[in-house]
């Protein structure tokens, strides 16, 4: 379970790299990779959001 919320956590960090980088320069870098409307960005985005509801549990989380 451990690795599993390490990936998690990593492609949450990519996707706000990404937003950081849409903000910022108004450069998408997984459209630039994997291509404007295809399938596998649209699999990238909903893999990023689904890692962000999962870190969102560690802020519930009691230490």
């Known amino acids: 379970m451990k690795i599993a919320l390490r990936i998690a956590l990593i492609f949450t960090i990519v996707g706000a790299i990404n937003?950081?980088?849409?903000?910022?320069?108004d450069?998408?870098?997984?459209?630039?990779?994997?291509?404007?409307n295809s399938m596998?960005?649209?699999l990238v985005y909903i893999i990023v959001g689904l890692?962000?509801?999962i870190?969102?549990?560690?802020y519930f989380e009691e230490k």
């Open 19 to 25: 937003w950081g980088l849409i903000g910022l320069f």
């Open 27 to 36: 450069f998408n870098l997984v459209t630039l990779i994997f291509g404007e």
């Open 40 to 42: 596998l960005t649209r």
């Open 51 to 53: 890692c962000g509801l």
């Open 55 to 58: 870190n969102i549990g560690f």
